[in-house]
């Protein structure tokens, strides 16, 4: 299975006042994860846009297990779900560098929609194409 | 049943290359309905903080229904779901003010930690007596 | 002078470490006035680029001279500095709704780019008419 | 001179309408500069925190010079401006990476406070050694 890894170091300005990285920040570090792979495997959002489909996030679910504190770096892996629908659902993995500890799990579910923002009920044949030559067709 | 509401204008820096409101600021919404709610229901972060418990969000999920764009203001309704376990969990619906569409709802967990930051497996007891005065208690 | 005042309360997803507001939020809090001034007086951006203008912000300083904490309000109040330039210089005084004490002053200055991102050395037509209704032309 | 360097990629959620990165982001970019300085250097935050100190930013100044865009690395340098004064001034020079082009530069200006968020007049003794010892004393 394809996937990509992203990592940033905490800094203070992601800190609550408990001093741990605000629940709010860890949609920035998945958009990192799934940005990565993105380039990594030519699927970012822009090329999408310029091909003609704008992929807006339908639905975000965000699972906390652990926290991050200062002097953490965190790396995000990220992947994509296999599925026959037209979306496109990515799967994310939040680690602690340091010791490996998950601080996080999260998913991210994506729809197609055409030029005139209409919701495209099968998946645009660029994104059939791109799964199967990277064998992420649901069976 | 109790709940509250706050609203804000949306600007330019909330929204993306779509010129829609970029996702990530939609759980920044969700804090200014469940803040808005802490104060007009004696429940905010900081109280509770000062109480001893320190009530971390471990879980977020949103489901976005339309989009939000320049000129608009969105509207958060956020309450309580009533639940026996030892969490707060928030519920949140986001309409935009103009015509009153929904554009998302939400739903946020929070855990109960002590001082020293152990999970508590009971709800303490200032948030069943809260809980009990806002007949917010599950059966 | 005409100016607008445009307020939002503190959050906890504002705070830092320390309980205070970082720093970096205030540029959020900025933009907060100086598009309530825009809405109040026809001067927002996207306006302004519908009529074929984009105009980023080439420089931004802001003074910090007291803190904000949980439970506070900021007001920001926002007024144009008149120039002959071809630029809109914003300033800006941020103040704590309690007890009126500023926490912080800030300038923001604007350039008018056309339509293929080429600098306009002279105010265009409408922003000149802009401020000769609104009596903000510097002599 | 002792100076530290970032680099981040640019994300789609960093993009204003305009399809460039918002201005208001900088400041994120100038804080893994600033920390990455830190680390490097034995100056970070939480350190001098842990050591008494708390040091606010009460002055920032950002000057765009150029835009940066989707696909874009920005390179963050940092480096501390020596000054007798009882101030921590970080200046910054942000980069695309691609092609060498400077997007903006940047200088934050630092002050000490105690525990009990009182003003030192005079820079605390652990910052004067650091600064001997780095050969950044003002003269």
């Keep these: 299975m394809i996937e990509s890894t992203a990592e940033r170091a905490i800094t203070f300005g992601d800190l609550d006042p408990m001093?741990?990285?605000?629940?709010?920040?860890?949609?920035?570090?998945?958009?990192?994860?799934?940005?990565?792979?993105g380039r990594a495997h030519g699927l970012d959002s822009i090329r999408m846009y310029d091909?003609?489909?704008?992929?807006?996030i339908v639905r975000a679910t965000i699972d906390h297990k652990a926290m991050l504190s200062?002097?953490?770096?965190?790396?995000?892996?990220?992947?994509?779900?296999?599925?026959?629908?037209?979306?496109?659902?990515?799967?994310?993995?939040?680690?602690?560098?340091?010791?490996?500890?998950?601080?996080?799990?999260?998913?991210?579910?994506?729809?197609?929609?055409?030029?005139?923002?209409k919701l495209l009920l099968d998946a645009p044949d660029f994104y059939r194409a791109w799964q199967e030559e990277h064998q992420l067709v649901a069976r």
Tied chains: 1, 2, 3, 4.
Excluded: C
């Design 19 to 37: 001093g741990i990285v605000w629940h709010g920040n860890y949609i920035r570090f998945m958009e990192l994860g799934r940005e990565a792979f």
């Design 51 to 56: 091909q003609g489909y704008y992929t807006p």
């Design 70 to 117: 200062y002097g953490d770096t965190v790396v995000v892996r990220a992947w994509i779900k296999p599925s026959p629908a037209a979306k496109i659902i990515f799967q994310y993995e939040l680690t602690r560098k340091s010791d490996h500890v998950v601080v996080a799990t999260a998913e991210t579910v994506q729809v197609f929609l055409d030029r005139d923002r």
